[in-house]
């Protein structure tokens, strides 16, 4: 293996929403704490060599003068551009093709010319979530505890509320799916334009759900399960790009703000991030797919929030909660084949495993120098 470096009372009649932090999987029991990466930070964290505003890597030479990883995490440019077109050459007959940047579309047809797919972790790779609940991140950089947990425990609040209002997220929590079309076999296609789904009968009269946890119901039972998850992929087709819409009206403020405020305190990570995210997205035989280890109907709502559902369309978010992500890797190269070439992104020893077993080159997310060396080697076509 090559390594390299909310709102409420949503429209479908539920009362309260399920209560914060337990019984929700949000960032996974197997989920590793990306900060205990195998070499050292590149330069220092509180870094002001890249902005929130910027839409470039900053040309400052100290960006790319990295200190030297352990060998185990040998990286650097011409590494990365030789590991991976190598890849390509044994894929395509000896010639690794050109790409151009155009838009890429959200799922390749069966006469795509796809290429290249990257397999993206999402808490502490994408997005900082987890690390601010536990005080991990404040701790690396500095930062103030209580404030910083404080804001994720306000997009935590978020996410659940969205999930269960808009998402179905308190019929669903013990239904979780891998993958929004995996109960699809299941829908007849009836119309659900004035389906009331508060009262279809899907939750006991107990208001539990009519089926014990890893027990196939019954065809009516599945049929219902089927609808939920449909009007679930209509409402993120529609308001990927318009999630202020699902948000009471008082709310959208606030969700801006604490945006900014998250950006702020993590230095802005996830603008970082979507560099990347975005150039593989305007390619047009490049895709983001996303395996994270938050249940599906949560990270559903944690890209909405986080404005990423433009760049991972929700046939290419799996959730590997149930499989790991070993398997969930597995279903992905199942989808798109082996001849193209498989790239994962992660923080985590679960995704860099899984990596390994199924032979993708892995790039270690575990500081924002990493996220400007990916943002390079990709702008530099490295990548």
């Not at 890249?50 to 030297?68: C, F, G, H, K, R």
């Not at 060998?71 to 093709?97: F, M």
């Not at 239904?175 to 699809?184: L, N």
Request: charged residues 20%; hydrophobic residues 35%.
């Amino acid at each position: 293996m090559t390594t390299y470096g909310a709102a409420t009372g949503g429209p479908y009649g539920y009362g309260g929403h399920a209560s914060i932090g337990a019984g929700h999987n949000m960032s996974g029991t197997n989920h590793q704490d990306g900060y205990a990466a195998g070499y050292s930070p590149y330069y220092p964290p509180q870094s002001s060599y890249y902005s929130n505003n910027s839409t470039s890597v900053i040309s400052s030479p100290i960006t790319y003068q990295l200190q030297e990883p352990p060998p185990e995490h040998n990286i650097g440019p011409d590494s990365i551009k030789y590991s991976v077109d190598d890849l390509d050459r044994r894929k395509s007959g000896g010639k690794a093709k050109n790409r151009a940047n155009r838009k890429n579309p959200s799922s390749p047809g069966p006469d795509s010319q796809l290429e290249r797919v990257f397999v993206w972790d999402l808490d502490e790779t994408i997005i900082i979530f987890h690390s601010l609940l536990t005080s991990t991140f404040a701790q690396r950089y500095g930062k103030d505890a209580s404030s910083t947990c404080a804001l994720g425990l306000r997009m935590e609040e978020l996410i659940f509320n969205l999930a269960d209002s808009h998402l179905f997220f308190n019929d669903l929590e013990e239904c979780d799916q891998v993958h929004i079309d995996d109960v699809s076999s299941d829908d007849n296609g009836q119309d659900l334009s004035t389906y009331n789904f508060a009262t279809d009968g899907f939750r006991s009269t107990s208001g539990n759900v009519c089926m014990a946890t890893g027990v196939r119901g019954g065809v009516d039972w599945m049929r219902k399960l089927a609808f939920r998850y449909r009007r679930i992929k209509e409402i993120y087709e529609r308001y990927n790009v318009n999630v202020q819409s699902l948000l009471p009206a008082h709310g959208r403020e606030s969700w801006l703000q604490l945006r900014s405020d998250l950006e702020t305190v993590t230095d802005s990570w996830l603008t970082l991030a979507m560099k990347s995210l975005n150039i593989i997205h305007q390619r047009p035989n490049c895709i983001n797919v996303l395996a994270t280890t938050t249940q599906l109907v949560p990270a559903l709502a944690k890209l909405f929030l986080y404005g990423l559902a433009e760049v991972f369309g929700i046939e290419n978010v799996y959730s590997a909660t149930k499989i790991g992500k070993e398997s969930c890797f597995e279903r992905i190269i199942q989808r798109f084949g082996r001849n193209v070439t498989y790239v994962a992104v992660g923080d985590g020893r679960d995704e860099e495993q899984a990596a390994k077993i199924h032979n993708m080159p892995f790039w270690r997310i575990s500081s924002h120098s990493d996220l400007l060396a990916l943002h390079h080697a990709l702008e530099q076509d490295y990548l």
